[in-house]
Each structure stands twice: as C-alpha cells, then as structure tokens.
C-alpha cells in the first residue's frame, strides 16, 4: 500500500547549473565590469602631444572629402570645437584670424564639429565668420583617435604629420602664431 503522505509530496527535481535569469544576471554584471574597466583605462589615456598624428578621413560641410596625411607638407592646425561650447566661442576668433594671417602659406586650420549637429555647427561658422576647413565628427570616430577630454582642444601637426603642440584650451593668435612662424622657419 502507498503512504499517502508520501503520494502528496511533490517531488524535487534534481536541477543542475544556472536558471536562464541567473545566466542573464551574469552576462550583464560581466558586461558592465568590463565597460567599466575600459573607462578606466581610458582615462589613463592622454591626447597625444607628440608622435605621428592619427590620421582620419573628413568630409567637410562643404563637400570635401580628404586625409589627413593628404596634408603632409603643410602646417595643420587641427581645433576640436561644438557650438554649444562657451571657451570654444572665445577661440573662435582667434583662430579665424589666425588662419586670415597664415591661408596664403603652407598652413591649414581644419575645425572639428565634435558631437554636435549640422545645422547648429553652420550657424555657429556663419556667427564666426569661419571661414577654414570644417567638418563634422560623425561617431566621434575623430574624437577618440585623438582622446579628446573635452572641448576645445588644439593640434598643431608639423609638415611630417607629427604632432608638435598640443593645447587644451585658450587657443590665442599669438600663441598660435609662435607655434607656427617656428614651424615654417624650420623647414
């Protein structure tokens, strides 16, 4: 005969390994460890100041499309700016008078438009008056070559493609100018 206290018991099942929610917790506590290790270590990373500059593919606002390295022989002075950046609208005039001084020798300025939106960077060129090279950062693909921290951030590339200042913000025309008469007077 069958003890009924043993008919009424519902019977375990002998379960091995992980539900499919413990699996899912898993993935994603592992996931967020390793986004958090690589900001970490991105934020040991610092722009480069010297050595060749990373070399990017840009289409202008206008319609332009180059390399970088298309520029090698010239002076590139490469300035990361967004229009809703207070200090990079204090640059601006400085580097637009910068580049009327030095357009008609081996010097480019070519402007960046990091994480900000078409029709706003156009507004902000025409407030300027900016009338050098500019072109979009779509994706940031640009941005993260150089590690850029923030915004404005100046390059100034020698005529090799090397990378001979490096300033954070504050970019004036005679700060630029000494960077770059000494760039000119040494080739």
Same mark, same amino acid.
């Given at each position: 005969?069958?003890?009924?206290?043993?008919?009424?018991?519902?019977?375990?099942?002998?379960?091995?390994?992980?539900? %499919?929610?413990?699996?899912? %917790?898993? /993935?994603? !506590?592992?996931?967020?460890?390793?986004?958090?290790?690589?900001?970490?270590?991105?934020?040991?990373?610092?722009? &480069? =100041?010297?050595?060749?500059?990373?070399?990017? =593919? !840009?289409?202008?606002?206008?319609?332009?499309?180059?390399?970088?390295?298309? %520029?090698?022989?010239?002076?590139? /002075?490469?300035?990361?700016? @967004?229009?809703?950046?207070?200090?990079?609208?204090?640059?601006? &005039?400085?580097? =637009?008078? @910068?580049?009327?001084?030095?357009?008609?020798?081996?010097?480019?300025?070519?402007?960046?438009?990091?994480?900000?939106?078409?029709?706003?960077?156009?507004?902000?060129?025409? =407030?300027?008056?900016? *009338?050098?090279?500019?072109? &979009?950062?779509?994706?940031?693909?640009?941005?993260? @070559?150089?590690?850029?921290?923030?915004?404005?951030?100046?390059?100034?590339?020698?005529?090799?493609?090397? !990378?001979?200042?490096?300033?954070?913000?504050?970019?004036?025309?005679?700060?630029?100018? *000494?960077?770059?008469?000494? %760039?000119?007077?040494?080739?």
């Amino acid at each position: 005969m069958i003890d009924q206290a043993e008919s009424t018991t519902p019977k375990r099942k002998n379960t091995r390994g992980f539900s %499919l929610g413990s699996i899912v %917790l898993l /993935v994603g !506590i592992v996931l967020m460890g390793v986004v958090i290790g690589i900001q970490l270590l991105r934020q040991g990373e610092t722009q &480069p =100041e010297h050595g060749q500059a990373p070399d990017f =593919e !840009i289409s202008t606002f206008d319609g332009q499309t180059f390399n970088l390295s298309d %520029l090698r022989g010239k002076v590139v /002075v490469l300035n990361f700016w @967004a229009s809703w950046c207070g200090p990079c609208r204090d640059e601006a &005039p400085e580097l =637009e008078s @910068a580049w009327q001084t030095y357009k008609d020798q081996d010097v480019v300025f070519l402007g960046i438009a990091y994480a900000d939106n078409g029709p706003r960077s156009l507004e902000y060129l025409e =407030e300027y008056g900016i *009338t050098y090279l500019n072109g &979009p950062d779509l994706g940031t693909r640009i941005s993260e @070559a150089y590690n850029i921290q923030g915004v404005p951030e100046t390059f100034v590339i020698d005529q090799d493609g090397n !990378i001979a200042a490096f300033i954070f913000a504050g970019v004036t025309e005679s700060y630029l100018s *000494t960077i770059i008469d000494g %760039l000119l007077q040494g080739a």
